[in-house]
Each structure stands twice: as C-alpha cells, then as structure tokens.
C-alpha cells in the first residue's frame, strides 16, 4: 500500500464550484505540505502543517484553504474554482525534523481541470 | 524570497556523467538544500541533501561550494532510466517560526541511447 495517498486522482469541474483535495498518510510524519505543478512552473508550496494545530500559508495561498483533521490527513480545498486553478497537485509529508528542507516524500497527484 | 534557477534541459549519452547546477543565492545559513527526481505522472522523489561540501549517495552526489548560493547534482554514468526531470528545492526562513520552500523549476535529462 502507498504511504501517501491522494483522493481523487482526477477531477474535471466547473468555475464556482467547491472543491475538496484529500491527502492521507501511514508514515507517521507530522509534516504535510500541498503543491500545485504547471508546465514550465515546477512546483509552488500552497499551504503546509508542521502538526494538527498548525498551518502556514504557502507561496501561493490565495483561492485555497486547508484543513489539518488528524496528523494523517490534510485536506485542500477550492472555494470556488476557477480555471486558472488547473493544474496537478502533490500532497507531501517529512518528518519533524531541525531543517526546514527534510525529505519529502509526495503522493502521486490529483489532477484538476476546472471549466 | 528565495529565488532558485536550474538548466530548463539537458540531453546526455548513456554512460557519461551529467552535472545538474542550481543556483540560490539567497539561501538561509541554517539552511539544506535537496534534490528530488520526477518520472512523468508521478510524484517528486528524494535523490539527496546536502549542507556544504560534498555529499555521495549510492545513486549520486552533490557539491556545494563555501558560499552555497549554487549546488551541483552529479550523476555518474548515466542510463536511459535516469531520464527524468530535476528538481533542486531549498528552504529559506521567512519570519519566527515560519518558512518558505522553494523548488527550482526543474531540468528536464533526457538520456540518448
């Protein structure tokens, strides 16, 4: 089984919608982070959590919320999608660890259209 | 804002070494910097970090210079499989408790038979 999971894997919708990305994890990391990819962009960090009762906005938070429910599940959220919001998404965990830059270990994407 | 700026691509010949240079000239002292590997419709996957100087794994290495503004990933002897894209990804320490992670947008290798 995959230690990191990400629910759904593909996702077609429309703008205005809400829209909820889940991201699960078996390897005990209290670290989890949200990417967002584009062509051309490589990745940008959307939101993270270094534990259930914190959350720091990323370099791109804005038109995304997240939500810490447990130390295994971190979800991410579009309020009202819009199509500028297409892309692929990575859920990511690390440990707890001095560096920032610990290794990261990412689940394998959910890609979004919005129409 | 820590700004990171890698080759967009690279093509190399199987068998040779290739050398990957990013560039992060506004790293933080207490900071790693890290590479990971990205096949098509997966997720990043970590290669190695280093700190400063040299670092080797059983896959690659990296160099970091005194003033680490730049990181070399070395792969030695390339093979078809190593076809892939590149990231380097540094974290930078942007307030009390807080920071940001920024990667690289990615050198994508492609490996020639």
């Known amino acids: 089984d995959a230690d990191v999971t990400q629910t759904p894997r593909n996702r077609i919708t429309k703008t205005g919608k809400r829209i909820m990305l889940e991201c699960s994890q078996t390897k005990g990391h209290d670290r989890m982070y949200w990417y967002r990819q584009d062509p051309g962009l490589g990745l940008r960090l959307i939101y993270y959590?270094?534990?259930?009762?914190?959350?720091n906005k990323g370099e791109i938070s804005d038109g995304y919320s997240v939500s810490r429910q447990a130390q295994a599940k971190f979800s991410l959220s579009l309020e009202s999608a819009i199509p500028n919001q297409t892309a692929l998404y990575f859920c990511?965990?690390?440990?707890?660890?001095?560096?920032?830059?610990?290794?990261?270990?990412f689940g394998p994407g959910t890609r979004l259209t919005v129409l | 804002l820590a700004k990171t700026t890698q080759p967009i691509s690279m093509d190399s010949y199987e068998g040779q070494e290739v050398n990957i240079t990013c560039s992060h000239n506004?790293?933080?002292?207490?900071?790693?910097i890290t590479w990971y590997q990205q096949f098509p419709s997966q997720g990043p996957r970590f290669i190695i970090q280093g700190y400063k100087t040299k670092v080797t794994n059983e896959v690659a290495s990296l160099f970091i210079p005194a003033d680490r503004k730049s990181s070399t990933l070395s792969l030695p002897r390339v093979s078809l499989s190593d076809t892939a894209v590149y990231y380097c990804l540094v974290g930078v320490r942007s307030g009390a408790g807080s920071y940001q992670l920024t990667f690289g947008k990615g050198t994508k290798l492609s490996v020639i038979p």
């Open positions: 959590s270094f534990d259930v009762k914190d959350i």
């Open positions: 506004n790293i933080a002292t207490n900071d790693y």
């Open positions: 990511a965990t690390s440990e707890s660890l001095a560096a920032p830059s610990n290794e990261q270990f």
